[in-house]
């Protein structure tokens, strides 16, 4: 490609935009920002020709930037190749030159340009494409543009039947080629639906190629949608009330809910941003006094009055044949028509209970909602016909449920939210199996408001970001100490950031999950200049060799964990052991980590340059660090909340407790030159942060934090520290693609 042709690009089942910085597979937007798509970027600008490194060197990494520039390259490079499912071994589009570059060697084509999905002000319906599963692989050259009429000669028969006979050998030839597309296009990807926080209640079109959702944020309150895979968002509302968004099933409308004045009210409006008065009309068959342009809205939008019957609750539901909206009310769930306002009760709630959250089946014949009984029972799903009638239990869960079920997209089980294990998570039951429930969300952040697409093999749902920093702290003779912040979002969950300052005080290391999973990332001692040095998934607790010039972490993998070296200026990473929580010896020659047995947990050492490890507690032990003169092993009792710290010679020996440091967690403790700095948790929600003398035998108090973090990092001499501490809480719709 050259400059002056189009910004997108397309090669095999990839297509590209290297104006918005986008890549799609099968038009599936795939995670890669940073370093791996420029590298991308430059090599689509010479496909065929050799791209250097030193001319990459220029690009991504000034001169002035602190980088370990090889180890960098060779990061960004197989973080491009994972996501383009390729291999140095056996190129389909990045080929390695050794010592000189790279060359892309697929076939690249230019595509004409097409605006991004932001639905018009016009009366036109959303147009928005198909979903296309990858169930069939079809070579490109195989798909005509429009069907020709030809004659009919011999000549050409014969030609045809040649040309017919080599393509079906070159389908064969393409299918071999990429076996893993089928399987890989199956499996399922989770990502933030936008790039944005405080998004909720997401729901799909129809056709499950866009989403509507709630937002509270800087950009504006109100409704919002997006196009699956764009981080383009149109705002239709502009209310702090709105919420809980439905699809019309032809796409082209969009009910919701207002609280004003403590009650809910029924609103809708153009899925297309439209504020034409009179399609509104022609199409809902509103009168004109029923249709207002509120003050500050995006469009137009039109209330529904259901007759005097208000609803309870924000959530709704309109049935596939566009006959109703769904809500719950007094003493029962509803049905309200769209079109001329009419309202009947198809449920109607028990005394003591409160019925909610109704969500029609996909053949619109059920409607499924949650009924809440006396305080200290459980909460029920229950299932009436959509006509009304007799509704019968589905299921009881012992949790709460957090938001309405939702069905499967071939209706045969259910979704639902429940905070059965302590925060809400998602859950999936078959309904020929009701007593049987699978835990189907991601652990550790709470998890709401799932939605199940009809078509394209999608869910999407709310999720609680609980976004970690790194912050220093100074530990000077100043009797005010303030922390300050190093480094900002670094991780969205709990497992990150694991901040450690090498040996020599130059660089920073940490994990973070920006990219999508979590890896290793490097940075100056100041936070600056940050770059990812894994592209393995997983990663975590990393700590620095001696010399500053390798790292150890440990990564989850599918055959357990695994413990983990890669050094800065080259090379692949070297799995050494099974196991969690690696640190090196003083001298460089041993790396400990814990494993676990029967027993419980115990520390292990192996060898730098690989061996056979070797065990080195009997009692109990985790995370390991030595001491700096390289005399004694001191370790976590266990994995536990408030372990005690023991030690051991590092040559063998008594294994001891050291009752006077009780850090909060296994990692909120660092080994210093002539100590021992922990942070416990003390004065209520504050922490404090202490340091244990070895040669006076005693614990004193240095400072007081804000928070208790779960991670702490010390700088040799131990006058700096690094740790983490929760940002503000934040809401975020997330997609999960290829979801049965």
């Not at 296309?132 to 039947?161: D, G, M, Y």
């Amino acid at each position: 490609m050259t400059s002056n042709e189009s910004n997108r690009a397309r090669f095999g089942p990839y297509e590209v935009d290297l104006h918005t910085h986008e890549l799609w597979k099968y038009g599936t937007r795939l995670k890669l920002v940073g370093q791996p798509f420029e590298i991308l970027a430059m090599l689509l600008s010479q496909p065929g020709e050799l791209v250097t490194r030193d001319k990459m060197r220029s690009r991504l990494w000034p001169s002035d930037t602190f980088v370990d520039f090889n180890h960098g390259l060779n990061a960004a490079v197989n973080k491009l190749r994972d996501t383009l499912s390729d291999s140095a071994e056996a190129p389909r589009y990045i080929e390695t030159l050794p010592r000189r570059g790279y060359r892309f060697i697929g076939q690249v084509e230019g595509v004409e340009t097409k605006p991004a999905f932001i639905p018009a002000a016009s009366s036109a319906p959303v147009e928005v494409q198909e979903p296309s599963p990858v169930l069939t692989i079809e070579p490109e050259f195989l798909i005509q543009e429009a069907p020709r009429r030809w004659k009919t000669q011999p000549s050409l028969i014969a030609a045809a039947a040649t040309v017919a006979m080599l393509l079906a050998g070159l389908a064969v030839w393409w299918v071999r080629r990429e076996p893993e597309l089928s399987a890989h296009a199956m499996v399922q990807r989770t990502r933030p639906l936008v790039a944005i926080s405080n998004t909720f209640n997401p729901s799909f079109s129809p056709d499950g190629n866009a989403v509507a959702f709630a937002y509270e944020g800087e950009r504006g309150q109100g409704i919002y949608i997006t196009r699956v895979g764009s981080d383009q968002i149109q705002q239709l509302t502009n209310s702090q009330g709105d919420c809980c968004p439905v699809w019309s099933p032809d796409g082209r409308w969009i009910a919701f809910s207002r609280r004003t004045n403590d009650e809910h009210h029924i609103y809708l409006v153009s899925a297309d941003g439209s504020d034409q008065k009179h399609e509104a009309e022609k199409a809902l068959g509103a009168q004109p006094a029923a249709l207002t342009v509120t003050v500050g809205a995006i469009s137009t939008e039109r209330k529904l009055d259901p007759q005097g019957v208000v609803p309870g609750r924000g959530e709704m539901d309109w049935s596939p044949d566009g006959h109703a909206i769904a809500f719950s009310g007094p003493h029962g769930i509803y049905l309200l028509s769209p079109h001329n306002n009419d309202v009947r009760r198809v449920v109607e709630t028990p005394a003591g209970s409160d019925d909610w959250g109704p969500q029609f089946s996909p053949d619109a014949r059920k409607l499924m909602f949650v009924r809440n009984r006396q305080v200290g029972e459980p909460d029920e799903i229950w299932v009436v016909s959509a006509s009304g009638g007799v509704a019968t239990r589905l299921l009881t869960e012992r949790g709460r449920i957090a938001s309405p079920p939702q069905w499967s997209y071939d209706g045969n089980s259910v979704i639902y939210s429940s905070n059965r294990t302590g925060h809400p998570s998602l859950f999936r039951v078959a309904l020929d199996s009701v007593g049987t429930s699978l835990m189907i969300s991601e652990a550790g952040s709470p998890v709401w408001d799932p939605a199940v697409s009809r078509r394209g093999y999608r869910l999407a749902y709310e999720r609680l970001l609980r976004s970690l920093s790194i912050w220093q702290l100074d530990l000077t003779d100043s009797k005010e100490k303030r922390p300050y912040l190093l480094v900002s979002s670094t991780s969205d969950t709990d497992q990150g950031p694991g901040p450690q300052f090498s040996p020599d005080g130059l660089r920073l290391a940490y994990m973070s999950d920006r990219n999508g999973t979590m890896e290793i990332w490097i940075a100056n001692r100041d936070g600056s200049n940050s770059f990812q040095l894994t592209a393995v998934g997983a990663a975590g607790t990393p700590r620095w060799a001696p010399d500053s010039q390798s790292i150890v972490f440990d990564v989850q993998s599918r055959n357990g964990e695994k413990i983990v070296t890669m050094n800065l200026h080259g090379g692949g990473p070297q799995v050494l052991a099974s196991g969690v929580c690696p640190s090196w010896s003083r001298d460089g020659k041993w790396i400990y980590f814990a494993e676990s047995d029967s027993q419980g947990w115990q520390v292990w050492k192996v060898p730098s340059a690989g061996g056979t490890p070797v065990q080195v507690t009997r009692q109990g032990g985790h995370a390991a660090l030595e001491s700096l003169d390289g005399k004694y092993l001191y370790y976590a009792k266990n994995g536990l909340a408030e372990p005690e710290i023991w030690r051991v010679p590092v040559n063998g020996g008594e294994e001891t407790a050291m009752p006077l440091i009780r850090p909060g967690t296994w990692a909120s403790w660092q080994v210093v030159e002539d100590g021992i700095l922990f942070v416990g948790p003390s004065l209520g929600h504050q922490a404090v942060l202490s340091y244990y003398d070895f040669a006076a035998n005693r614990t004193s108090t240095v400072a007081v934090l804000d928070r208790t973090p779960f991670w702490l990092g010390a700088t040799t001499d131990g006058k700096t520290v690094a740790f983490d501490q929760p940002g503000r809480e934040q809401a975020q719709a997330m997609l999960v693609e290829n979801f049965r």
